[in-house]
């Protein structure tokens, strides 16, 4: 197994962010954040696996390990980043917006569930839509953190986590985790505005 220290880390404060944002999105009394909630919580259990992965922590189970890392970190795009969406939708009384943005997380799981040639379009296509919708609502409400949040899942995608950031000789997978963890924070802050 390919002992990975940096990546291991990476995970682990990107766990620790999704922990913090679950439990403030909780313990928040202003509104429920049911579908806010499913981000973090896909977060926590794709980070956690990325730990076990990348520190090499379980080598009798790293098959299995790999495969649920990879499913789950598939599943914050597909399912996290539309629910994102909609729960910024409902918090601005955008209700079928919001509606729309979990039919797609859902419409997405099937596209994937069927083995189609088009899942990563279908995914790439609902996380585009649901970052123009984070940002549109951030700027219309004047929320400098969705406003940011969305900057910074663009800025994500641009990283993205295959390779090294030769300038910076750091594994691209660190920085785009990195980058989670700010969205992360970036989000909370911008349903306490």
Known sequence: MDRRISTALSDLVLALSALWGFRMLSENQTADFQFGKWWFMLMIIAASLGVARFGALLPNYETGIVKYHMIFSWLCRAIGVPCLA????????????????????????????????????????????????????????????????????????????????????????????????????????????
């Open 86 to 193: 909609a729960e910024v939708c409902k918090y601005y009384k955008f209700t079928t917006a919001g509606q729309g943005f979990l039919l797609s997380a859902v419409a997405t799981f099937i596209t994937s569930s069927l083995r189609s040639q088009h899942k990563e379009k279908v995914t790439e296509l609902i996380n585009g839509l649901s970052v123009i919708m984070i940002l549109v609502l951030g700027i219309t409400a004047g929320n400098a953190w969705l406003i940011a949040t969305s900057v910074l899942f663009v800025l994500s995608g641009m990283v993205g986590v295959e390779g090294e950031i030769q300038s910076l000789k750091v594994p691209r997978v660190d920085v785009f985790h990195y980058i989670l963890v700010a969205i992360n924070y970036c989000i909370v802050w911008g349903f306490e505005k």
